[in-house]
DNA sequence: AAAATAAATGCATAAATATGCAAAAAACAA
DNA sequence: TTGTTTTTTGCATATTTATGCATTTATTTT
């Protein structure tokens, strides 16, 4: 299904670039090679929760809503970042391992963050199982987690 | 000038109900005896920084900046009430009086909250000098309090 | 006060967004 | 698989929102 890789694309625009008509998104997923009609547009990011604010500069731009933007400057999320040791796949799946009793905090904040791609997360002492939605690849997955948790594979290749 | 009060009324409206157009604005503002056209309202809404977002059950509402929403519920403003002793109007002014020490703080989360009805805010140790925009009123100011630190009239009259 | 400048507003309309409806695609059931 | 139901999508268009321009209203300057 299509459906599902533009819902994560949109995500993905929003939260790196400043977009301000749905015209303008509909190039950027062009770009993408992910195409569509403007109708659609306006249904997926209705269903997303995407807002459109005032920029304060006299125009317009499309924002996330506010659960997944503050997920970006949450203080739990420093905290989140240096417990995560590894992530591997499974079986269209991610495991991420956490340093000992950290594995719920930090399903916690993922939860938290609602994103789309995420269907799930079942958390241990220190490994945590996240469900990929129906039809999300696990790349994908690992571009999610590096829009709510920047810099973390960096991170993990250092250990 | 008649831009103020509807620029208050629209902070007002919009964060007491839910609105899903500008024409429901215009007519909600009309009932309370102020009236302009919806291309007023648009240049208003971009100056306030009203955003238009999903709903959740298939429609839209206009929702006011997360700095004047996110002090609804900051657990700062829990600690706010409680330290206001009393409220006082001297020359077109606003004085508010709190216990020792807390004018300060206080101060700081009603500046937060940067309301378009205040203009700015002096604090010395238990006291605050609320400076009301032009041409707004005191009770204008009574009201926007109350928007922001809901119940604090009805908790001064108790003392 | 009068003139000059800036700000606010309405009107008409352009631009942008949402939606009813029919067709296509996908998911489901027998 | 084949038929049935649900979901997704595009098209055309209605609805909603933004804006250029002229006018009025307010503010500032001389």
Redesign the pocket.
Known sequence: ???TK?LLAIETIISEEKI?????LLRKLKGKGI????????????QLGVG?I?NGI???K?SLPEKIRSSEKSPLRLNIVPVIQDIVEANGLMVIKTIPGNASNTAFFIDGTARYEIAGTIAGDDTILVIPR??VTIQQVHTCLEIILPGIHEQIKKK
Chains 1, 2 share one sequence.
């Open positions: 299904m299509q459906k533009r301000s008509t749905q015209e303008e195409s569509c009609t403007q109708a659609t547009l306006s249904r997926n990011l209705r459109r005032p006299g125009g317009y499309y129906d039809g």
